[in-house]
């Protein structure tokens, strides 16, 4: 059947700019690196990228080694566009990045020139586009000098194939140099994409400092720690949750008796705020102004509608605040 877009889709201002740049994004964006490739049900996918924009969510998040096997989310999602989103493009904002094992020999993976760029064309053949809107560095090369990775991600926004560049996993020193070659360039780096959730935060030791000083947005992939921040692990690991699946990195040893009890206190304070614990996670998230957007999972559409309507509570008073650390600290 033909797919309409929700008329209403734009009904609510859920979009927050990234940095100092005219890139805007939903507070909640989707991430496509599990749940989308060939070993994963195609019209599940669909539906969830569907109701994705059918609520202004307009943001998908893809890269090279998506899958699995690697490039299969951007094939599946490329069919998906060709099928329903084709007449939305100018509304979409579609990002991937290159960075990660792809291809073998030494020109498949890291931040060589031409890499980055190989992997570019790739991509975009993959999902038959002409341009991303956002292409990442996905990490730091420490044998490539940073001229040489920050130059072919301008060279991608010269020869069109990307609007606005990004990097990810750099560390606050090399994200400074990183932008401050980037400017040298012409070319802004706009957006930095770094894990944090309750249970990983890193970026408050310089990182977040280090964006705002800059005028870069950040968007927190993980934000739900690949699940964990979620009521699904608080009695048993589930067959079908990420943790007893065959693909990707979540181990069911990371579920120890301490953090069960931890989200079990989580999950009680959710409650008395009226969220579910997923949706005070990513709300905890997005309470930080130099956050764009949070960048979620979800296997299915109602995990995405779970988790999106986090965006109605972002507000945390102090005592709640210093719970949340307490609990997470073990006291
Ligand atoms: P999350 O932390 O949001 O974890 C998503 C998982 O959490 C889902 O697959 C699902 O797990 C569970 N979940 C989601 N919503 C709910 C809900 N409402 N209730 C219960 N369970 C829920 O994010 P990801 O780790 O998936 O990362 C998000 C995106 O970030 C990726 O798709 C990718 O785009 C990006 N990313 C970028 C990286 C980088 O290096 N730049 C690295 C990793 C991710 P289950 O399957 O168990 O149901």
């Known amino acids: 059947m033909t797919y309409l877009a929700n008329d209403q889709r734009y009904a609510r201002d859920i979009y927050n700019r990234s940095g100092n740049s005219g890139l805007l994004l939903p507070q909640v964006s989707l991430g496509l690196w599990h749940n989308f490739g060939h070993v994963d049900d195609f019209a599940t996918g669909r539906e969830t990228i569907l109701t994705a924009f059918d609520n202004g969510i307009i943001h998908f998040d893809l890269a090279n080694n998506y899958g699995p096997p690697p490039g299969s989310a951007e094939e599946n999602f490329g069919k998906i566009l060709r099928?329903?989103?084709?007449?939305?493009?100018?509304?979409?904002?579609?990002?991937?990045?290159?960075?990660?094992?792809?291809?073998?020999?030494?020109?498949?993976?890291?931040?060589?020139?031409?890499?980055?760029?190989?992997?570019?064309?790739?991509?975009?053949?993959?999902?038959?586009?002409?341009?991303?809107?956002?292409?990442?560095?996905?990490?730091?090369?420490?044998?490539?000098?940073?001229?040489?990775?920050?130059?072919?991600l301008a060279d991608a926004v010269r020869t069109g194939k990307a609007l606005y560049v990004g990097i990810s996993n750099y560390d606050a020193d090399t994200t400074r140099r990183a932008a401050e070659i980037l400017d040298s360039l012409g070319v802004p780096c706009v957006i930095h994409q770094a894990r944090y959730s309750m249970l990983d935060r890193w970026v408050e030791k310089g990182l977040l400092d280090t964006l705002e000083e800059k005028g870069i947005g950040c968007i927190a992939f993980s934000p739900l720690a690949q699940g964990l921040l979620t009521n699904k692990y608080l009695k048993e690991i589930p067959p079908d949750s990420r943790a007893a699946s065959p693909y990707g990195f979540l181990q069911r040893s990371a579920i120890t008796p301490r953090l069960v009890d931890n989200l079990r206190k989580l999950d009680a304070l959710a409650r008395e705020r009226g969220q579910s614990l997923a949706q005070m996670a990513l709300a905890w998230v997005l309470k930080d102004p130099r956050v764009t957007s949070v960048l979620v999972g979800a296997r299915n559409k109602d995990q995405l509608l779970d988790s999106f309507r986090c965006i109605e509570n972002t507000d945390f008073s102090t005592e709640e605040l210093e719970l949340i650390d307490r609990i997470l600290a073990g006291n």
């Open 83 to 152: 099928r329903d989103l084709r007449p939305y493009r100018d509304e979409l904002i579609i990002s991937t990045k290159a960075g990660y094992r792809m291809w073998d020999g030494p020109y498949g993976e890291w931040g060589s020139r031409k890499y980055l760029l190989a992997s570019l064309d790739q991509s975009l053949r993959r999902m038959g586009l002409e341009y991303v809107d956002i292409f990442y560095s996905h990490r730091f090369d420490p044998d490539t000098p940073l001229e040489e990775t920050m130059t072919a």
